[in-house]
């Protein structure tokens, strides 16, 4: 459900927002941007404080999925045939159609020119000027592929992941040593049913996520796969518990060979031995969830989700701050109170008195 801010209200309980939170990015430690159910917003100083940007008209009442920053002022946003694009710092927005149909799942940028657009339908789109323009590489209505990661080793080889089929879904890895021009299948371990995450540290060094493994009757582990040999050998890994039966490795990150950090429905998993051994950092979520995260350098991390959850690491994921300040349970039993015709006061409480107040 969508929730819109009243005209002429200002949210006062929780900050900064209390819409469901879906991606971040941040590209440097002090700026970074998070974007949701209605939400644009961006920090300066580290998340202490955020403050909305101003969207494009065509992005007004919409949920939006992914963000990607390539530094402080330059970001891209999906949206369902467009790419929106800024150049300072989300103050203004352009947009792009990529195709005539399509849904756009996100952005990534090897560098500042070499970029890729990926989503639904096999949607693959290429720029070679930062973004400029694009060349259309594949895209076919009747092929249900959504990709929804791409990296790349070098200029050259990359991978791509995701999944095809409606019921069952099937895992989608493929490599591309042409700069992505071209692509071939790479097999995954019958083990993987879908795939969740994925990570290039090299042209054949490659990790997966995917969905969980029976740990037991009512508990489920999380696992991870490492290939050093292109996709011809594969390596499992259980990096802990997971809170969720469906719910494995939402979203990865790594630093170089040794240093690596894995998000989970509710849990925050780091490694500093290439994956040997693993520290598993489990929160108590209610009626949350973690969805993506973010790291400008191997100790600080921002992970956001749905509920909303916004936290923020500063020692690899030893201890988390939470950034939202306030109670961010919705209003259930409303109550206004009006000093004169312009000023006034919204509350409600949560079934156990928790506020949430504008």
Known sequence: MLLSYAQGWTLQNPLPTFQNILDVSFPSVDTGYIVGDQTLMRTIDGGLTWESLPKHALLEGKQISNVNFINNNKGFIGNGRCLFTTVDA???WT????HIWGDVKGSYFYNDTLGFVIGRYSLLSKTGDGGQSWQNISFNTNEEILYDVIKFANPQTGYISGYGGLNPEEPVLKRSDDGGLTWINVNVPSEVKYITSMEVLGPDDIW???GTFPAGPYSFYAPAF???DGGNS????????SNSSYYGTESMQFFDSLTGYVLNYGHFYSTNDGGQTWNDKPFYLFNESFENFSC?????CVVVGTGPVLRKTIDAGESFENLLTGNNFLLIIPSISLKDSLNGFVGGIKPLGSYINY
């Open 208 to 210: 997966i996520g995917a």
């Open 90 to 92: 989300g103050l203004t």
């Open 95 to 98: 947009y792009q159609v990529i």
């Open 234 to 241: 594969w390596t499992t890994h259980i990096l802990g518990y």
């Open 226 to 228: 490492h290939s050093e």
């Open 296 to 300: 400008p350098n191997p100790d600080v």
